[in-house]
């Protein structure tokens, strides 16, 4: 996936998710947290987090139709709609995890779907699929967001926290992960 242009709202990002992962969290991979930069940046804009459309052109708002979606998708494009479910599932849990229920609530596969194991299924199935496009996200950062998910949920929260902070919070505790 080609990164997205130096705007001033990606360089806000960019230094959140420094910021939040390599001094908070302790994470030092640039090629995650700049596909975490390129996600918030993308996601501003409600129809690209609604990306996924059916065959008719109508965007589908829930993760079961986006799933069975995927399924009948080949190649490039099936690795795209893999990738953009486990961007949806990772937004929300991360960025809104307060809007989780209301989301389960009105789709039709109901409460039963799991954002976090969905996410993580997403992200791992589109790291399998070779793409030739020189543009599209490393196999490797996807592996990497599946094996990692619910770290980048909490760094997405944070992030967050720290965007709706007023200027003279202190600054929080440092967090250790093993």
Not at 45 to 58: F, M, Q, S, V
Not at 128 to 150: F, G, K, M, W
Not at 161 to 166: I, L, V
């Amino acid at each position: 996936m080609k990164p997205t242009e130096p705007t001033l709202l990606r360089r806000f990002f960019g230094g959140l998710a420094e910021n939040t992962f390599q001094v908070e969290l302790g994470v030092v991979d640039p090629p995650l947290i700049d596909y975490l930069t390129d996600l918030l940046t993308r996601f501003v804009h409600c129809e690209r987090i609604y990306r996924i459309r059916d065959l008719a052109g109508k965007p589908l708002h829930e993760v079961a139709g986006m799933m069975s979606e995927a399924q009948q998708r080949i190649g490039d494009a099936r690795r795209e709609t893999h990738r953009q479910i486990g961007d949806f599932t990772l937004f929300w849990t991360g960025v809104y995890p307060e809007a989780l229920g209301r989301l389960r609530e009105e789709s039709r596969g109901g409460p039963l779907v799991d954002y976090r194991e969905e996410g993580k299924k997403a992200y791992w199935i589109a790291s399998t699929i070779r793409s030739d496009d020189p543009d599209e996200a490393a196999s490797a950062v996807l592996a990497r967001l599946s094996r990692q998910y619910e770290l980048c949920a909490y760094g997405l929260r944070e992030i967050r926290r720290h965007w709706e902070s007023p200027g003279d919070e202190p600054p929080p505790r440092p967090f250790l992960i093993n």
